[in-house]
């Protein structure tokens, strides 16, 4: 079954420092999404993309948050100073289709941490 | 604001019982749920979904019920086995690009 690859599968940095996430899509499929679990909490929305830019953003995605699909394959999660509360699961989502009733599948997910 | 959120956070089930886990959204104009699983390490994954146009879905074991006039979703699975063991996400589909809210979680602990 196609699945959705997330790399790294855990990543520890500085506060402060740049982090890039990586995710892989199913093959086909047009829509992105991010999305963030902070332990023990329910998964977040970041973050939605499609045809190259940002379709809706929650309040979480400030200036900080960045994605973009550099070369048509990859879909990558940027945060560019990392602070202590942006420790989280990071999961990566696509789907084939528009509209609102298209399954998303999860990647396994990013675990960050910021110390 | 809207939200979607869960009425038991753990539920605690005899191997071979049927578990039972509701949720609850104030979205009226929500069409379509999904129900989602996610075990330890694991991203959520698709279990099953239901339109608004639908009161019962039915899949290979589990089966989706909505009512709408209360604003109620449930999850039921049948003779339920330790692998169901994990935390049992609904989410709420709000718009046309996707977006997904999910609720706090119910996490099923299946004992033998």
């Known amino acids: 079954e196609p699945e959705v690859t997330q790399t790294p599968s855990h990543q520890v940095t500085q506060m402060g420092q740049e982090v890039i996430l990586r995710c892989v899509p199913i093959?086909?499929?047009?829509?992105f999404y991010w999305y963030r679990q902070i332990l023990g909490q329910k998964v977040e929305f970041l973050v939605s993309?499609?045809?190259?830019?940002?379709?809706?953003k929650s309040e979480i995605f400030d200036d900080q948050f960045s994605v973009e699909r550099p070369d048509g394959s990859n879909f990558t999660l940027k945060i560019r100073s990392t602070k202590l509360e942006d420790s989280a699961m990071y999961f990566c989502?696509?789907?084939?289709?528009?509209?609102?009733?298209?399954?998303?599948?999860f990647g396994a997910g990013t675990r960050l941490s910021v110390l | 604001g809207e939200s979607v959120g869960l009425h038991l956070p753990t539920l605690s089930v005899q191997e071979g019982d049927n578990s039972i886990i509701n949720c609850a959204y104030s979205?009226?104009?929500?069409?379509?749920f999904i129900w989602y699983k996610q075990e330890s390490g694991k991203g959520p994954q698709f279990i099953i979904d239901?339109?608004?146009?639908?009161d019962k879905r039915q899949g290979q074991r589990v089966t989706v019920l909505l009512n709408k006039t209360v604003k109620h979703l449930s999850l039921q699975i049948a003779a339920t086995q330790p692998g169901d063991s994990a935390v049992y996400f609904c989410?709420?589909?709000?718009?046309?690009?996707?977006?997904?809210?999910f609720g706090a979680g119910t996490q099923v602990v299946v004992t033998p």
């Open positions: 989502a696509t789907k084939s289709g528009g509209g609102a009733k298209n399954i998303q599948y």
């Open positions: 093959s086909n499929h047009l829509y």
């Open positions: 993309f499609y045809n190259n830019e940002i379709s809706e």
């Open positions: 979205n009226s104009a929500s069409d379509y």
């Open positions: 239901i339109r608004s146009n639908m």
């Open positions: 989410a709420e589909n709000e718009d046309s690009w996707g977006k997904l809210q």
